[in-house]
């Protein structure tokens, strides 16, 4: 096929056409694809377009977020969501649904935390594969991302992660390993920021030597949208398409470079034929069977139900009986917390809350009164008022949560806390009725120095558009509880590995806490939690035995032995007991979700592989197995261990030993690592930060403030209170978010081909102080570049 192309058209097949779809090749019988954000929902635009979920999109169903599903360890569930979003993505057009994401949860203020799974790379990469596996089942193409190291919102598209090689390897690419070794995705999307100084689009490494050669990636690379920085470097590293429609200004970069031999040609015909493969493995865009709408809705709130985890339940008071009376505090009950903000954003075919739900739910209700304001400012009245209903209700359901302005895409969090409004109201309203559940709706990780105030405690996560109905299955045990943590509750935000240095505000993001992220950090150094990764109560209790381990494979008998139907998740750890190089204490190597019948036991047999016991070797770049003794844990959390035994491992290499230059990497004491014991570490210098002033390509419009021209930093000044106005109001604008943080070489790919290189470079010679040179080159560019445009559109026309 690629024999039959000009290099015109393979160049044009390698950009978009749109901010949606890539190019047609009719007369070659090539369709253009249609690409659709969908980690937890299909969100085809029906009118304008855009990358942010700002505009509306048609209508499909919304299920619990990757945060949420997590906490069910169930792959079979993941498999059935994937299943159901490719068939409605068949049922819209969709070719390509970018999903599922899956990067680690590097700090609990990631504020996009609720769109991935996990601060563990296992547990993320099963999830992520199960996904991949039911998405593609429907013949539409999944997309994992953002590849690699993406763990910040603030600067993302600028930022440089700087990471040691075993961090990289053994936490942040192990589950996109497992995503694409056992997924099989058909497409994978690149991440905005760099790592170790080279963009991630463009990362020779990253694309070629890991994901190419290594684990056997043949599908197609896509940038994120805007993402791209040099789309030649990008092709000759192993990226595909680039992303959106930069007009057709990239293509003839791609141009120039094959014929100044900057780029080689069979670099471009191996990108082009991935585009060809994937094109000629779309199915017929007409021939999709119908999407049952209902059965969707259904499997939304049986994942919500099956994903809340049970954190508290002091004197058994849930699961509540049919007939309770109940009070319900809290304006999330009525105006829920679903889904997050951003480019995942949903629009739902129907959306419960908790008020109209309770109507279904057997349960009393004997009043409402939403307690607080949602934007966290104080209101006594609507306190007072939740105080005075409580009083004659059995039981009170106060419904609190994370607001909009909270968590969103292009924005981290800033505390771990709940509005001092919602615990003022949940401590008064407890005086009144001790007898309380909390039910908490929020993308991440709380702290919880309220939990006095409660005798019942389940968070929901964010549990999608049925996520009311399948709260309250749970609240009344209609479904035994059987979410487990995805991710460790600090007690606060101050011992967290990356506090005090998350998120980065400079150019660089150091990651000098090194593997040690989550409960790989807890465990470690001993630090108490509030609960531990992994850790969910049931209604019913469970009882292990007869285990039976080996480097290969974990046998144990979990018998249910109370009252009740449930599921128990059985995870396996390893934990180094030989002398050996420094390591996290222990680490999560496999899992198993079990489905018990009262009275009933089961046989569960987990296996183990050759990742379970290897680290990363910088020093000859491979990995390894230390030889020696290992224990295998079997846990109900990562600090509730029930079982274990002492296997001997033949390993690759014999044991080595603690590095005296680290000892904070030996300690696992990692919150203020030096610089000198980082840089030794990485094996380099620390990138040193630019003192320029002169703002280039790759500034972002926020950095307008340093700008020779007034005008210029006029402009930033408004941005940034438009900013802070939007999210006092508790309504992030994401659109001037992502302007701030954009950088100049990104508006040729973000403006449809209105600009080009030249065209920016212009407007910087204006901001920098040369107004009037720079006007004239501005316009001349700009000229140049639109009758550039339309020649481009009109020989592939012909073509």
Same mark, same amino acid.
């Given at each position: 096929?690629?024999?039959?192309?000009?290099?015109?058209?393979?160049?044009?097949?390698?950009?978009?056409?749109?901010?949606?779809?890539?190019?047609?090749?009719?007369?070659?019988?090539?369709? %253009?694809? +249609?690409?659709?954000?969908?980690?937890?929902?299909?969100?085809?635009?029906?009118?304008?377009?855009?990358?942010? @979920?700002?505009?509306?999109?048609?209508?499909?169903?919304?299920?619990?977020?990757?945060?949420?599903?997590?906490?069910?360890?169930?792959?079979?569930?993941?498999?059935?969501?994937?299943?159901? #979003?490719?068939?409605?993505?068949?049922?819209? @057009?969709?070719?390509?649904?970018?999903?599922?994401?899956? &990067?680690?949860?590097?700090?609990?203020?990631?504020? /996009?935390?609720?769109?991935?799974? =996990?601060?563990?790379?296992?547990?993320?990469?099963?999830?992520?594969?199960? *996904?991949?596996?039911?998405?593609?089942?429907?013949?539409?193409?999944?997309?994992?991302?953002?590849?690699?190291?993406?763990?910040?919102?603030?600067?993302?598209?600028? =930022?440089?992660?700087?990471?040691?090689? /075993?961090?990289?390897?053994?936490?942040?690419?192990?589950?996109?390993?497992?995503?694409?070794?056992?997924?099989?995705?058909?497409?994978?999307?690149?991440?905005?920021?760099?790592? &170790?100084?080279?963009?991630?689009?463009?990362?020779?490494? #990253?694309?070629?030597?890991? !994901?190419?050669?290594?684990?056997?990636?043949?599908?197609?690379?896509?940038?994120?949208?805007?993402?791209?920085?040099?789309?030649?470097?990008?092709?000759?590293?192993? %990226?595909?398409?680039?992303?959106?429609?930069?007009?057709?200004?990239?293509?003839?970069?791609?141009?120039?470079?094959?014929?100044?031999?900057?780029?080689?040609?069979?670099?471009?015909?191996?990108?082009?034929?991935?585009?060809?493969?994937?094109?000629?493995?779309?199915?017929?865009?007409?021939?999709?069977?119908?999407?049952?709408?209902?059965?969707?809705?259904?499997?939304?709130?049986?994942?919500?139900?099956?994903?809340?985890?049970?954190?508290?339940?002091?004197?058994?008071?849930?699961?509540?009986?049919?007939?309770?009376?109940?009070?319900?505090?809290?304006?999330?009950?009525?105006?829920?917390?679903?889904?997050?903000?951003?480019?995942?954003?949903?629009?739902?075919?129907?959306?419960?809350?908790?008020?109209?739900?309770?109507?279904?739910?057997?349960?009393?209700?004997?009043?409402?009164?939403?307690?607080?304001?949602?934007?966290?400012?104080?209101?006594?009245?609507?306190?007072?008022?939740?105080?005075?209903?409580?009083?004659?209700?059995?039981?009170?359901?106060?419904?609190?949560?994370?607001?909009?302005?909270?968590?969103?895409?292009?924005?981290?969090?800033?505390?771990?806390?709940?509005?001092?409004?919602?615990?003022?109201?949940?401590?008064?309203?407890?005086?009144?009725?001790?007898?309380?559940?909390? !039910?908490?709706?929020? @993308?991440?990780?709380?702290?919880?120095?309220?939990?006095?105030?409660?005798?019942?405690?389940?968070?929901?996560?964010?549990?999608?558009?049925?996520?009311?109905?399948? #709260?309250?299955?749970?609240?009344?045990?209609?479904?035994?509880?059987?979410? /487990?943590?995805?991710?460790?509750?600090?007690?606060?935000?101050?011992?967290?590995?990356?506090?005090?240095?998350?998120?980065?505000?400079?150019?660089?993001?150091?990651?000098?806490?090194?593997? *040690?992220?989550?409960?790989?950090?807890?465990?470690?150094?001993?630090?108490?939690?509030?609960?531990?990764?992994?850790?969910?109560?049931? *209604?019913?209790?469970?009882? +292990?035995?007869?285990?039976?381990?080996?480097?290969?494979?974990?046998?144990?008998?979990?018998?249910?032995?109370?009252?009740?139907?449930?599921?128990?998740?059985?995870?396996?750890?390893?934990?180094?007991?030989?002398?050996?190089? +420094?390591?996290?204490?222990?680490?999560?190597?496999?899992?198993?979700?079990?489905?018990?019948?009262?009275?009933?036991?089961?046989?569960?047999?987990?296996? !183990?592989?050759?990742?379970?016991?290897?680290?990363?070797?910088? $020093?000859?770049?491979?990995?390894?197995?230390?030889?020696?003794? +290992?224990?295998?844990?079997?846990?109900?959390?990562?600090?509730?261990?029930?079982?274990?035994?002492?296997?001997?491992?033949?390993?690759?290499?014999?044991?080595?030993? !603690?590095?005296?230059?680290?000892?904070?990497?030996?300690? @696992?004491?990692?919150?203020?690592?030096?610089?000198?014991?980082?840089?030794?570490?990485?094996?380099?210098?620390?990138?040193?930060?630019?003192?320029?002033?002169?703002?280039?390509?790759? =500034?972002?419009?926020?950095?307008?403030?340093?700008?020779?021209?007034?005008?210029?930093?006029?402009?930033?000044?408004?941005?940034?209170? #438009?900013?802070?106005?939007?999210?006092?109001?508790?309504?992030?604008?994401?659109?001037?978010?992502?302007?701030?943080?954009?950088?100049?070489?990104?508006?040729?790919?973000?403006?449809?081909? $209105?600009?080009?290189?030249?065209?920016?470079?212009?407007?910087?010679?204006?901001? &920098?102080?040369?107004?009037?040179?720079?006007?004239?080159?501005?316009?001349?560019?700009?000229?140049?570049?639109?009758?550039?445009? /339309?020649?481009?559109?009109?020989?592939?026309?012909?073509?």
């Amino acid at each position: 096929m690629t024999d039959r192309l000009s290099l015109v058209q393979k160049a044009a097949l390698l950009t978009g056409r749109t901010v949606w779809q890539t190019w047609a090749m009719p007369t070659l019988g090539l369709r %253009s694809l +249609w690409l659709a954000d969908g980690p937890h929902g299909v969100r085809r635009q029906a009118g304008s377009a855009d990358h942010l @979920g700002l505009n509306q999109s048609l209508p499909a169903t919304c299920f619990p977020t990757a945060a949420t599903v997590a906490n069910s360890w169930d792959l079979a569930l993941a498999e059935e969501i994937g299943q159901a #979003l490719g068939r409605e993505a068949r049922a819209q @057009g969709v070719d390509a649904l970018m999903g599922p994401g899956l &990067n680690i949860k590097r700090s609990p203020l990631g504020g /996009r935390d609720f769109e991935y799974f =996990s601060e563990d790379p296992w547990l993320s990469g099963w999830m992520a594969a199960s *996904y991949i596996a039911g998405i593609q089942s429907q013949g539409v193409a999944a997309c994992p991302k953002h590849f690699a190291v993406n763990s910040q919102e603030l600067h993302r598209m600028s =930022s440089d992660a700087v990471v040691d090689q /075993r961090a990289l390897r053994e936490l942040y690419l192990t589950g996109f390993e497992i995503a694409v070794r056992q997924g099989r995705p058909k497409m994978l999307m690149s991440s905005y920021n760099k790592v &170790n100084g080279v963009h991630a689009s463009e990362h020779p490494q #990253l694309l070629g030597q890991i !994901l190419r050669q290594e684990w056997g990636f043949d599908g197609v690379v896509v940038t994120d949208w805007g993402g791209s920085n040099d789309i030649a470097a990008a092709v000759a590293a192993g %990226s595909t398409l680039e992303m959106p429609a930069a007009g057709l200004a990239s293509a003839r970069q791609l141009v120039r470079a094959v014929q100044s031999g900057r780029l080689a040609q069979a670099d471009l015909d191996a990108r082009v034929q991935d585009m060809v493969r994937l094109v000629q493995s779309a199915p017929d865009p007409d021939s999709a069977p119908p999407v049952d709408v209902d059965a969707h809705h259904r499997l939304a709130r049986r994942a919500a139900a099956h994903s809340a985890v049970l954190l508290k339940n002091q004197d058994d008071l849930l699961p509540l009986p049919a007939g309770t009376k109940v009070a319900v505090v809290g304006d999330f009950a009525r105006r829920p917390r679903y889904q997050g903000s951003g480019s995942s954003a949903v629009n739902p075919t129907k959306l419960e809350n908790l008020l109209d739900a309770m109507a279904d739910s057997g349960l009393v209700l004997t009043g409402f009164a939403a307690g607080f304001r949602r934007d966290g400012r104080p209101d006594r009245r609507l306190l007072e008022e939740a105080v005075a209903l409580v009083h004659e209700a059995e039981v009170v359901l106060v419904c609190l949560g994370l607001d909009e302005a909270s968590e969103s895409e292009g924005l981290d969090r800033r505390t771990l806390r709940l509005s001092s409004a919602q615990v003022e109201t949940l401590a008064a309203v407890s005086r009144a009725n001790p007898c309380l559940v909390v !039910l908490v709706c929020g @993308g991440g990780v709380l702290e919880l120095d309220w939990l006095e105030h409660c005798q019942g405690l389940i968070h929901a996560y964010l549990p999608g558009q049925a996520g009311a109905s399948g #709260l309250l299955d749970v609240v009344t045990g209609r479904v035994n509880p059987s979410g /487990r943590l995805a991710e460790t509750m600090p007690l606060s935000l101050a011992d967290t590995p990356t506090a005090g240095r998350f998120p980065a505000t400079g150019d660089t993001a150091e990651h000098r806490e090194s593997l *040690y992220v989550g409960y790989r950090y807890y465990t470690t150094c001993g630090q108490p939690v509030a609960f531990p990764f992994g850790y969910g109560l049931s *209604y019913t209790s469970f009882e +292990w035995s007869d285990f039976e381990a080996s480097a290969d494979q974990v046998r144990l008998t979990v018998r249910n032995t109370g009252r009740r139907d449930g599921a128990e998740v059985v995870q396996i750890y390893v934990e180094r007991r030989s002398p050996g190089i +420094w390591r996290p204490k222990r680490e999560l190597k496999g899992f198993a979700r079990v489905e018990l019948a009262a009275g009933q036991a089961r046989t569960v047999t987990v296996e !183990l592989g050759p990742m379970t016991f290897r680290h990363f070797d910088p $020093a000859t770049d491979s990995w390894q197995v230390e030889q020696g003794r +290992w224990d295998i844990l079997a846990g109900a959390s990562v600090e509730d261990i029930r079982l274990r035994a002492e296997v001997e491992v033949e390993g690759t290499v014999a044991a080595g030993q !603690l590095d005296p230059a680290l000892p904070s990497y030996s300690s @696992g004491r990692v919150q203020q690592v030096s610089a000198d014991e980082f840089e030794t570490l990485l094996g380099r210098p620390l990138p040193t930060p630019s003192s320029s002033r002169t703002i280039g390509p790759q =500034s972002r419009i926020g950095q307008l403030d340093q700008a020779r021209n007034p005008i210029a930093r006029l402009v930033q000044r408004v941005l940034s209170q #438009l900013v802070e106005h939007s999210l006092r109001r508790g309504k992030p604008s994401l659109n001037l978010l992502f302007t701030l943080d954009l950088p100049f070489r990104a508006l040729p790919k973000m403006t449809g081909g $209105a600009l080009d290189d030249a065209t920016v470079q212009g407007l910087l010679r204006i901001v &920098n102080g040369s107004f009037g040179g720079g006007l004239v080159a501005t316009a001349r560019a700009w000229l140049d570049n639109r009758r550039a445009n /339309r020649r481009g559109a009109a020989e592939l026309d012909q073509s």
